[in-house]
T-cell receptor
Framework: NAGVTQTPKFQVLKTGQSMTLQCAQD?????MSWYRQDPGMGLRLIHY???????DQGEVPNGYNVSRSTTEDFPLRLLSAAPSQTSVYFC?????????????FGAGTRLSVL | TQLLEQSPQFLSIQEGENLTVYCNSS?????LQWYRQEPGEGPVLLVT?????EVKKLKRLTFQFGDARKDSSLHITAAQPGDTGLYLC??????????FGAGTTVTVRA
């Protein structure tokens, strides 16, 4: 019953460093997405994918890259971290069967950029 | 600018009282979802409403989707401390993007 697994749970970076946030799901879901959650702003969509090899931008894509080489994995890359990227990041997955499909969220990665 | 506006932002009530959280937008959504999030965890889906005017009940929680599919409300009857959490609404559009409201933090005091 793994569902959506995110690693690491916590990370501290210095400005300019790069890192990859990992996300894996074992439910064979076509749709995967990344959100960031900041106080008072809810969840904002960064990037999403409707299947392996297909990615697209969400509301706040700048400073982030994604790729989807397999159905299971959807890593999020920060190429040069900035303090403005301090946030809690959530990965989610769902089927693409129709509107209103359940989004399953991971437990989140708490990132601080100093 | 949030596509979905939630109100109130914070709500603190006594156990046994009722509460209502509102989710409003100028956009039309194909469906609207309500999530509950506990500290340190990801959001968990409570309900999805699809049809304009739809009302769904989940024990003491009642969810309503507006006739024009632009707004929704969540009503909790006889709130309990276990209802404490962050409640988020999210609207689904045909482009697979899900837009979230900023959330309502509900605290139920024993």
């Amino acid at each position: 019953n793994a569902g959506v697994t995110q690693t690491p749970k916590f990370q501290v970076l210095k400005t300019g460093q790069s890192m990859t946030l990992q996300c894996a799901q074992d439910m064979n879901h076509e749709y995967m997405s990344w959100y960031r959650q900041d106080p008072g702003m809810g969840l904002r969509l960064i990037h999403y994918s409707v299947g392996a090899g297909i990615t697209d931008q969400g509301e706040v894509p700048n400073g982030y890259n994604v790729s989807r080489s397999t159905t299971e994995d959807f890593p999020l890359r920060l190429l040069s971290a900035a303090p403005s990227q301090t946030s809690v990041y959530f990965c989610a997955s769902s089927r693409l069967g129709g509107q209103g499909d359940i989004q399953y969220f991971g437990a989140g990665t708490r990132l601080s950029v100093l | 600018t949030q596509l979905l506006e939630q109100s109130p932002q914070f709500l603190s009530i006594q156990e046994g009282e009722n509460l209502t959280v509102y989710c409003n937008s100028s956009s039309v959504f194909s469906s609207l979802q309500w999530y509950r999030q506990e500290p340190g965890e990801g959001p968990v889906l409570l309900v999805t409403v699809v049809t304009g005017g739809e009302v769904k009940k989940l024990k003491r929680l009642t969810f309503q989707f507006g006739d024009a599919r632009k707004d929704s409300s969540l009503h909790i009857t006889a709130a309990q401390p276990g209802d404490t959490g962050l409640y988020l609404c999210a609207g689904a559009r045909s482009d697979y993007k899900l837009s979230f409201g900023a959330g309502t933090t509900v605290t139920v005091r024993a």
